[in-house]
Every structure is written in structure tokens, then in C-alpha cells.
Nanobody, 127 residues
């Protein structure tokens, strides 16, 4: 069982930065994929960034490459998303999510297959 709780969302102007945090609680250790996703009303949920609990490799959506950074602090059981140079198109409800990692398969941002989700934190970017 995995429990996730996001925080750190807010309203900012374009060009500003935010850092999202996700508190991770697990009842047993597994190698997992951890990801950040976002959703806008009327659109499908999309992957933003993903990483693995056992390696430093990360995946990013093309729209956020060079601006967002995903990181995992295993000691603090926290997943972070550092978001810089925010744009109005980054507006949405941001979720963190987790799933068991398939050996030999990289963690990516496809929402299907992630079976643990937080409640989400709203990010609003004004122009």
C-alpha cells in the first residue's frame, strides 16, 4: 500500500517558480516508478515527469524539459517537482503517483499503470 499527499501548489505569474512536494508513505519496500502528472478540466491527464526509486534516471514531457526537475529524497520520503520559468500552459491540477517498476523497463509518464495517486495540488500561472 502506498499513500501520497501533494503540497506546494499556488498562483504565480509567468516566469516565476514553484516547488511541489509529495509525501510518500509505503508499507513495504518495492522498486517503484514515481511520477508527476497534471490535468486541466476537459483534457486528459498527462505525464509531466517520472523517476525510479532505484536509479537517477528521469523522464520529462517535451513541454517541460529544461524547466522542470523531478527528484526523490528517500530519506525524507519526499518526491519533488521543481518548476521554473512557469508558463500559463502549465496551469493544472498536479498529482503525484506511484506504481511498481517493471525490471529493465524505464519509468515514463504514461498515466496507465500508475495505481497509487495523491489528491492533487492546484497550480495556476497567469500571464
Amino acid at each position: 500500500q502506498v499513500q501520497l499527499m501533494e503540497s506546494g501548489g499556488g498562483s504565480v505569474q509567468a516566469g516565476e517558480s514553484l516547488r511541489l512536494s509529495c509525501a510518500v508513505s509505503v508499507d513495504s519496500y518495492r522498486t517503484r516508478c514515481m511520477g508527476w502528472f497534471r490535468q486541466v478540466v476537459g483534457k486528459d491527464r498527462e505525464g509531466v515527469a517520472a523517476t525510479s526509486t532505484d536509479s537517477g534516471s528521469s523522464w520529462y514531457a517535451d513541454s517541460v524539459k529544461g524547466r522542470f526537475t523531478i527528484s526523490l529524497d528517500n530519506n525524507k520520503a519526499q518526491l519533488y517537482l521543481e518548476m521554473n520559468n512557469l508558463k500559463p500552459d502549465d496551469t493544472g491540477l498536479y498529482y503525484c503517483a506511484a506504481r511498481r517498476k517493471t525490471p529493465g523497463v524505464a519509468c515514463v509518464g504514461a498515466p496507465n499503470g500508475y495505481n497509487y495517486w495523491g489528491q492533487g495540488t492546484q497550480v495556476t500561472v497567469s500571464s
